[in-house]
């Protein structure tokens, strides 16, 4: 049975559109998600080479303005942004092809890496796999920390906000998404009025080899199906809203809010709606909430979920089901703890990735009609400079857990913080750190082997006795 007639007119009317069949799409969007390591900034990287300069879909300047808005939503910024071009392309259909293409592998391989580590994660050999992998995590988050600050902090008001994002996370512990919506603001409002220090874009459409939407298959103007419409809207929301949300109120319902599915559910699904700033902001504001706060897992547990996200495909935050998965685990109820550990993840998983497509579904069109629109870019602009700080809280918080084995909570007034109690350091967490930070920064090795490297060193170690 061919896709045309399992999906009836509407899908007969999409299978070729720019000249690309659905399922040359289908082919295309099951490579990207292939190559899909490294967290956003590797996949997107993917996404633009495969999608742009070689298949030429769509131009540069469309593929940037995507990636703006998918950078302005809550949620992972990468898995939003492969929704966007095949919706572009292929309606629909081309959306939901490509983002679920996009997160398979990732929900596959994180599930499998999770039994590993609920059945072995005791081992003496499993810990000291993950103990390397650590030291190179953050390195990886320091890497990224360093890619984004560099795009967005251009001037000195950028560098302000960065700066008193962190200052608010980290000492006062202002809520992220009140940091994110306040730079929003900042930004919107400041280009607005004028100010040039609020603008993004500008080197990459500038670039002389870029492909110019006027050549791209897709074209320069607006597609028939981007127009927005508020019976599409309408419809969107239904469909998206339903899929996300009955289950979760269903489980809320049937189990309450303090069961571990009810408050899984719940967690997740106001994760999708508060992390504005991509993926490494996702995970800063889930590393706080679901250490702190829950409880369902250990700082270095969730290093060990980050560690097996950085080393798969597929999006950053699928480690989101590694901690659904733990949680399930250790709080089971009734249930076999790897029936509800299964069962935890994907609950997880789905919470936050089905609001992806609802975000681009019914914001997508209207943004199409916002290109070039400078507030809108002035709000962007200085949200990624917050996130900045955000992800530099992020790596304080990894480094604390990583290097030391104890810290030590300090209050002054309003401000509070953890200081690491020195005599407490890891001489050989610090050791593999600095290496891997060597490794990337001055030796410019691939974060792939920088982690597997990392990882046998934990392990070589322990065979020595050293940890």
């Known amino acids: 049975m061919t896709e045309a007639s399992i ?109 590993i580590y609920a059945a072995f994660g005791n081992l003496p050999s499993v810990v000291a796999f993950f103990f390397g992998l650590k030291a190179a995590v953050l390195a990886v988050v320091l890497q990224a920390l360093h890619r984004i600050a560099g795009r967005a902090l251009k001037g000195w008001p950028m560098l302000a906000i960065a700066t008193l994002a962190f200052i608010g996370i980290f000492f006062f512990g202002v809520p992220f998404p009140l940091i994110i919506l306040g730079a929003g603001l900042v930004g919107f409002f400041a280009a607005r009025a004028g100010s040039r220090a609020f603008q993004v874009g500008g080197g990459h459409a500038a670039a002389t080899n870029a492909l110019a939407d006027s050549d791209s298959l897709l074209g320069e103007n607006l597609p028939e199906h981007a127009r927005p419409t508020i019976t599409r809207a309408a419809r969107v929301s239904a469909i998206w809203l339903s899929l996300w949300l009955v289950p979760v109120i269903a489980v809320a319902a049937l189990l309450g809010s303090d069961n571990v599915f009810g408050a899984i559910g719940l967690f997740f699904s106001k994760m999708a709606v508060v992390t504005f700033g991509g993926a490494y902001a996702v995970l800063a504001y889930m590393a706080q909430q679901a250490v702190e706060t ?32 733990l949680a399930a685990y250790r709080h089971p109820g009734t249930l ?59 790596a304080v918080w990894f480094a604390l857990h990583v290097i030391f084995a104890r810290q030590q909570p300090l209050a002054f007034g309003p401000v509070r913080f953890e200081m690491p109690v020195l005599a407490s350091v890891n001489l050989w967490a610090l050791l593999l750190t600095l290496a891997a930070i060597i490794a990337v920064f001055r030796l410019k090795i691939g974060m792939i082997p920088v982690l597997a490297g990392c990882a046998v060193a934990g392990v070589l170690l322990h065979l020595a006795g050293l940890v």
Not at 296 to 325: C, R, S, Y
């Open 336 to 394: 076999p703890p790897m029936l509800a550990a299964t069962l935890g993840g994907l609950l997880a998983t789905w919470c936050t990735f089905v609001p992806c497509f609802l975000w681009i579904g019914l914001g997508a069109p209207f943004i199409e009609r916002l290109r070039d629109n400078k507030p809108l870019s002035g709000a962007l602009s200085a949200i990624t400079a917050a996130v900045v700080g955000v992800i530099l809280n992020l």
């Open 7 to 115: 999906a009836g007119p509407a899908l007969r009317q999409t299978e070729h559109r720019h000249g690309v069949s659905l399922r040359q799409a289908f082919r295309v969007w099951l490579r990207v998600a292939a190559l899909s390591f490294g967290g956003p900034a590797g996949q997107i990287a993917v996404m633009h080479r495969i999608v742009v300069d070689e298949k030429k879909w769509v131009g540069e300047q469309r593929f940037l303005h995507a990636l703006s808005y998918c950078m302005l939503l809550p949620g992972p910024e990468a898995t939003q942004l492969a929704i966007y071009i095949g919706w572009l392309m292929h309606r629909r259909p081309g959306g939901v092809i490509a983002g679920t293409l996009f997160l398979v592998p990732g929900i596959a391989s994180i599930m499998a890496l999770s039994w």
């Open 294 to 325: 829950y409880g369902w897992l250990q700082p270095g547990e969730m290093l060990d979920g980050l560690g097996m996200a950085e080393t798969t495909p597929g999006p950053l935050i699928m480690v989101v089901q590694f901690v659904g998965f």
